[in-house]
């Protein structure tokens, strides 16, 4: 009994102590402190997008090196691969929002965020010029600031391969709203085939899901509508919940091509299980209001009648980047190991999914380089200043006199001398300085594909280790959860998972 009194007691002292413990770095995360000033001595930092790159650049860099602007049309990042979870209510969709000034708030100088969208870089006159596309407008709503350095990392967006109707009639899965708006399409199909006196080819329709894209996008987003349906449509709507389809269809010859083989088979027959129907060497020709319109494999067309279509079919160019790419003279296709814009003298540097290098458009990827690329700005910084000083001390060494003289207390000061040994100081500093180039290191491909079962494909001892189920499963959780940027979004996400496990999915229409 003594022994059980000591482990109550011992547990609830840790228990206060670990709730104190994350009470007071929340508190700490809410309020930070004052910061330095802009200092008009510094080179001004534009950068483009709060999205991977970017956000991952901001975490890293060091702000008293410069005076940096940050400009992107959302005011947050958005954690991307829990965007399909937050499509069927698995996640709320604030759990995967940091708000930019959550970041920028806690750098050493203060950093301005303005919440606009680019829509003109004149790299010959650096400039930016941005736009307020928001609903309330002040009196200012667009205008051209100048920049030293400019990080561009816009992103991509949706390709629709100007297929008819998609733009009008698919919904996508690229944004926050994208999945906000698929999961008020979804249940509206389900309402409406709720809808007394629907006849039944009306309710088939209605409750048919089409995924666009093969990719690990259509892919997941298929899993998750699936774990939707088996663990909370089944139960709320009883006499529906058989006649939902979920089709995914594919214009290559298997789904998730970056994955190795057997994962492919694995994903595949794990949605046979689950009664997901994949149409591989399928193109979508047209999507219409209430059907999509197919070329088979032998070249036949034809129409399929469903509720929904969800387009993730892969990502282009913004026009932004489009139009900055035809204002440089040279080719931006090859590698650019150190993230810089060929013909912009070395002033605009690009990262992630808006650049054209043989790396995959992807967040690993893109908050690799906007990692990288903070060091390469300090360094860039630390250069800047040891050069001016080298200047600085050139100057003093033309005034200085050309012999020793007798300092006020008597010592003998070579002024001359003094300076050369600084400046032997300082060029001997500046040839440490190495800007190495990127390299980027592969941590793995990791997808959910339903039913509690994941895929990941993780670099192992020069080689490969394919792993795939329910163990995956907690490793992807885990994997995410970490990778989150914040202990608020672990915090919120984790929440999630726990509500939906005790409470299931909400199946309200807003
Ligand atoms: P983004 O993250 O897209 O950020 C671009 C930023 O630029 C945004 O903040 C945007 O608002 C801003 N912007 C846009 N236009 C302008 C403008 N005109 N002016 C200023 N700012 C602008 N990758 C993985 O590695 N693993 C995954 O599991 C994974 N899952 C994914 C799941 C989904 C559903 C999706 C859609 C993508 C997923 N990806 C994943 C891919 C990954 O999200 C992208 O590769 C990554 O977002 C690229 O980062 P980025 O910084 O280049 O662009
Ligand atoms: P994607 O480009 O990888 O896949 C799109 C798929 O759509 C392609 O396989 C293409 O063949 C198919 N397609 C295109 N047009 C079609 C048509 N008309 N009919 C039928 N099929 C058509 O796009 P996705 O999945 O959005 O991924 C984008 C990037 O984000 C990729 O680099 C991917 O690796 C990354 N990502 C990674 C994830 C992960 O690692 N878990 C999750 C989601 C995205």
Redesign the pocket.
Known sequence: RGFLQILGRTTLVTLIAAGGGFYYITQLDRHPGAQLPFDPEKKTLVVLGSGWGTTSLLKTLDTTDYNVVVISPKNYFLF??LLPSVAVGTLNPRSILQPTRYITRHKTRQVSVIEAEATDVDPINKTVTFTDNSEIKGTVSSTTISYDYLVYGVGAEV?T?N?PGVKEHACF??ELSDAEKMQRAFMDCVETAAFPGQDTKEVERLLHTVV?????????LSGEIHDFLEDDLKSWYPELAGKVKITL????PS?L??FSKQLIDYTESTFKESKIDILTK????EVKEKSVV?QMPDKSIQEVPCGMVVW????KGRKLTQDLMAKLPQDQTNRRDYMVMKGTNGSIFAIG?CTATSY?????VASQQGAYLARILHQMAKKDNLISRAQQLESMKAQAPAAAAASAEGEVVDTKKKIDEEIQDINRQLGKIKLRPFQYSHQG????IGSDKAIADLPFMNGNFASGGVATFLFWRSAYLSTLFSLRNRTLVATDWMKVKLFGRDVSRE
């Open positions: 991307t691969p390709q391969f297929i899965m690229k666009v894209g093969g990719g690990p996008t259509g892919v997941e269809v594919e214009a290559l789904v091509p970056m399928t193109m979508v020709k197919l993730a079919a892969g990502n999914d995959a458009p992807t967040a690993q491909s990791l997808a959910y």
